[in-house]
């Protein structure tokens, strides 16, 4: 992933790909139907629709004479709610999920903290065995990259920060074993007593507790780094980006809106963007 610096501070910039777009087709059949106006339209295949209908010619528009006016001469953006696309965002962070869930209008799926941060416990478990327990758990919790920030001086406040927080609930929770560890592994804690690599390995390779995060996932900060999945329909995609893709906008969003902007197909953005609007 692209790295860059921000207040003097490394940051990755996330990748974005685009899974599936559904199409201008959908949108026109929409507004001529509003219209009833099929006999207009330069596509064929939306002219001869209520005669012949072909779904595969339909989805495979290009460009749409109709929409661009409506989108541009009378702003009347409804209709191309019709058209959605669908992104994998990979390395993003917790504070950017945060701005992102402000806009209403999106499907959103995000890997989940309760599911997925087995190797971050089992980390400071095994670190309870170390004589140096912060320096095990930095040394197993770095590998992960699990942070959007990439300068070592800062992650390992970030990664101090948690592990003090582990300290202090361990401190306070007299069954934390049976909270952290999943039951047919809770043996590997005694059989590897001081021996902090051999206990990690074990827990590593052994089953995961499920929702072991539930008791956890507070320690995470809003560098944490997350995966998602996210679905706008092209009005909504419009919002986006317009208030996003811009200087307003805080930077590791605006990076989040560029790149998708970048995988972004051209005969959308033209419905959308003064830039691409003559293109």
Not at 219 to 225: A, F, G, H, Q, T
Request: include cysteine; aromatic fraction near 12%; charge should be negative.
């Amino acid at each position: 992933m692209e790295k860059t610096e921000k207040y003097h501070i490394e940051y990755e910039k996330p990748k974005v790909t685009l899974l599936q777009d559904s199409g201008l087709g959908v949108a026109e059949i929409a507004a001529r139907t509003c219209y009833d106006s099929f006999e207009n339209s330069e596509n064929d295949c939306v002219k001869n629709a209520m005669q012949e209908m072909d779904t595969n010619a339909i989805n495979g528009i290009d460009d749409s004479e109709l929409l661009s006016s409506l989108a541009w001469v009378h702003h009347h953006h409804s209709i191309i709610e019709h058209a959605t696309l669908s992104f994998l965002v990979q390395g993003t962070s917790r504070g950017v999920l945060q701005e992102h869930a402000r806009h209403r209008l999106q499907a959103i799926s995000v890997r989940s903290t309760r599911y997925t941060m087995s190797s971050v416990i089992n980390a400071f478990t095994a670190s309870l065995e170390s004589k140096d327990g912060f320096a095990f758990f930095f040394s197993k919790v770095l590998p992960l990259n699990l942070f959007v920030i990439t300068d070592k001086a800062y992650l390992e406040i970030e990664v101090r920060a948690i592990y003090e927080k582990f300290r202090f609930q361990y401190g306070r929770n007299d069954d934390y074993i049976n909270d952290a560890v999943a039951k047919s592994s809770i043996p590997f804690v005694e059989t590897f007593k001081d021996d902090a690599e051999g206990l990690f390995e074990a827990l590593e390779a052994g089953k995961k507790k499920r929702n072991v995060g539930d008791g956890f996932k507070h320690i995470v900060s809003d560098n944490w780094k997350v995966d998602m999945v996210v679905t706008f329909n092209i009005r909504s995609l419009k919002n986006y980006f317009d208030l996003r893709d811009s200087g307003a906008a805080w930077f590791q969003i605006q990076w989040l809106a560029e790149k998708m902007k970048e995988v972004t197909p051209k005969k959308y953005l033209k419905l959308i963007d003064k830039k691409y609007k003559d293109g």
